[in-house]
């Protein structure tokens, strides 16, 4: 009886530090914004104009200074990357607030532009 007891507690406490996020992954929040971030860079270095004015600098440190933003490191990223892809339903969760957000930024570029374009006329 007692060692079907402890078994269950043992048990009982693995399990629930299975669902549990390590310390060391970046949070949901943070991982959301910072991949925002970075597709929003990769979209304006793909830029032709943004690259010629650019060309003269060093573009290699752009995603370490974006990371840097939020107090992480390349290191802190590709860990939790890694973490994520081994847990798919949260990486999932991610994407879909990364593309919530940038159809909203788009939406409100557009109008921002037809703004732009009526006050013109």
Partial sequence: MKKTLILLIVF??????????????????????IIVEIHITDGLLASNKVRRSLVKMDTTNYYDALLNNYNYKRHDFDTSLYYYSKNIDQYDLIYDEVLNQLSKIESELKENRNRQDVKKE
């Fill in 12 to 33: 009982s406490l693995f399990s629930c530090n299975k669902n549990k996020q390590p310390e060391y992954v970046i949070p949901f929040d943070d991982m959301v914004d």
